[in-house]
């Protein structure tokens, strides 16, 4: 077994990035010491439960004293005041990161509190499902998914490799890139399609014509793949949307001229168009595929839902994962 | 066993639909005869490779001849054509259903071309992948699946309850509406889902701000979900597009009402809005999952591709289809 990379580490946040990180650093033993804080008591309780930590405490600045590594996994308007309230705690030498989606925000909110001598490197890992809290987490999370850093001028590149190494050993393969790129990447990639989720789901709910109860009863024709994006957290959502404001208002820009372009097509019958945009497309999903980010399965393999055989095959994944994670009740 | 509830059933289209049917039939035995056409040679011959049936034609009239129970499974611009090609051959008292997604369109199309005598009874199983071809085809696709019929004032209820033992018999659940709730109903559940999806997937493709290959790559943060519907066949989506018209605008009308509504909380920072949002979203979820039309595993349960656990899952589930299927190229 390899030895642990961290004297201590300070997981501040415990939901599903926290609590994963807590599963995944335990069973590779990347510490000696875990100590977690969550600023609500009742998620610092559950934390306990799982024994997620070492200690527990609802004091930010406590977790983060002597601390090598300190990982902030809050919803990204909450990173500012948590970094300037640990900030008389950090230890010369400590690594600073935090898992947040939208870069330049999350540095311009968190640089000010960062004391010199204490090494301050943004990262995202790209990865989450739609479930949310303590429970959710597990260790496999970050397998296989990207952790991209971005850097600030002048970081130490020692203490980025000890960075890049934990997540390594968490499962993950690294990139850096400058926070602006990150923003208009992610934009695109993640923030414009939970947006777009959000909204359509939205939409369905309040419609007259069709009722509620047949959305749902019909929702395996397409519309459920969209209420998983839907039934992320909301916080760390709406956080999200406030703090990379710009590249959002570009990416839907985008997505709406688009969308009235596809629009005058249906209305004017122009089968060549549709045709075209929808062979197109087809090829992205191909290359999707080919590149090992999604499973090559019709329906993403979850075809018949209720079917004896497929139910087996659901029991023999959830079995893969904590226990407590299966029994979570979903809304939190 | 149960005896076979027709003595001869023409397949007319062995696409994803009718090469399911054709499975599915095979194993209940719920016919002594399945003939099979299509107009493609290429794709006729394969299902003849695949055995799927007992005669092969690229002739709809002759497939038609004699039977039961014809069940035309072509894209909905075809339904006319088809109708009218088959019609002299069309024996009295035989049962005449489609699967096509645009009810008041098939009918208006179909509809003058059926013989006194003969029972047309539109249908359209909601049930699909983004996979085509007669490779793409099992025999478990309609399982727990609802088959909504659009009956024609007029129908004989022992033809009705024949067509429905038959489809119950291929493992659908049984709903009956009119065609225009129908074409309303399909618009917000499946056609607005896959028109958005297509949009999204288009969009990201135009980028020039952020690479194709950093689009591929970064995908698994939300965009895979979107390339999945976006993947589906362009001839039977262009279809839709064209002969679901009016209710389609509706809904694409309110959709982007709302997100001109969304994009404007955006703007001006109303996180109360973005929260309240989300959280209701969220619900919609909540009651998919309860309802049983989803699996309640995070992801779709597709969390780790690559990993080492997961690839032996998905040999185990694709294992349980036919092995052409599992060894079709991904765009025909």
Redesign the interface.
């Known amino acids: 077994m390899s030895k642990p990379i961290f004297e201590k580490i300070a997981l501040v946040g415990i939901g599903l990035i926290g609590s994963s990180l807590a599963r995944i650093i335990c069973r590779e033993v990347l510490t000696g010491h875990i100590a977690v804080a969550s600023r609500t008591a009742e998620t610092l309780q559950r934390a306990k439960e799982l024994k997620l930590g070492d200690d527990y405490t609802t004091d930010a600045r406590e977790a983060a004293r002597g601390a090598d590594l300190i990982i902030v996994s809050v919803p990204v308007g909450a990173c500012g005041a948590v970094a300037e309230e640990i900030q008389p705690a950090l230890k010369n030498g400590a690594i600073l990161t935090d898992v947040g989606s939208a870069k330049a925000s999350v540095i311009a909110q968190m640089q000010p509190h960062v004391p010199d001598g204490v090494h301050f490197i943004p990262g995202h890992p790209?990865?989450?499902?739609?479930?949310s809290g303590p429970d959710?987490g597990?260790a496999?999370?970050f397998?296989?998914?990207?952790c991209i850093f971005t850097p600030l001028p002048g970081t130490d590149p020692a203490a980025l490799e000890k960075l890049s190494e934990f997540w390594r050993r968490c499962g993950s393969k690294i990139d850096t890139m400058d926070p602006q790129?990150h923003d208009?990447?992610?934009a695109?990639?993640?923030?414009?399609?939970?947006?777009?989720?959000?909204?359509?789901?939205?939409?369905?709910?309040?419609?007259e014509?069709?009722t509620?109860s047949?959305?749902?009863?019909?929702?395996?024709?397409?519309?459920?793949?969209?209420?998983?994006?839907?039934?992320?957290d909301?916080?760390m959502?709406?956080?999200v949307?406030?703090h990379n404001?710009d590249a959002?208002?570009e990416?839907?820009a985008?997505?709406?001229e688009?969308?009235?372009s596809?629009?005058r097509?249906?209305?004017w019958?122009d089968?060549e168009k549709?045709?075209d945009?929808?062979?197109?497309?087809?090829?992205?999903?191909?290359?999707?595929?080919e590149?090992?980010?999604?499973?090559?399965?019709?329906?993403?393999?979850?075809?018949?839902?209720?079917?004896p055989?497929?139910v087996q095959?659901?029991q023999?994944?959830?079995a893969?994962v904590p226990i407590a994670?299966a029994a979570t009740p979903?809304?939190s």
Not at 126 to 131: N, Q, V, Y
Not at 214 to 232: H, M, N, Q
Request: aromatic share 10%; with cysteine; net charge positive.
């Open positions: 790209l990865a989450g499902t739609e479930k959710a597990f496999e999370l397998e296989n998914r990207w790129h208009m990447t992610l695109i990639v993640s923030h414009l399609p939970h947006i777009i989720a959000y909204n359509i789901v939205g939409t369905a709910d309040d419609l014509s069709v509620k047949e959305v749902i009863k019909y929702s395996a024709s397409g519309f459920r793949d969209f209420t998983r994006l839907a039934a992320s909301p916080t959502w709406r956080d949307c406030l404001k959002i208002l990416m839907l985008r997505f709406s688009d969308l009235a596809l629009q097509a249906i209305r019958g089968g549709l045709f945009l929808f062979t197109r497309t087809r090829a992205v999903r191909c290359s999707v595929i590149s090992g980010q999604d499973v090559d399965l019709a329906n993403f393999g979850r075809q018949a839902v209720g079917h055989q497929v095959e659901q023999y994944q959830v893969s994670a979903y809304v």
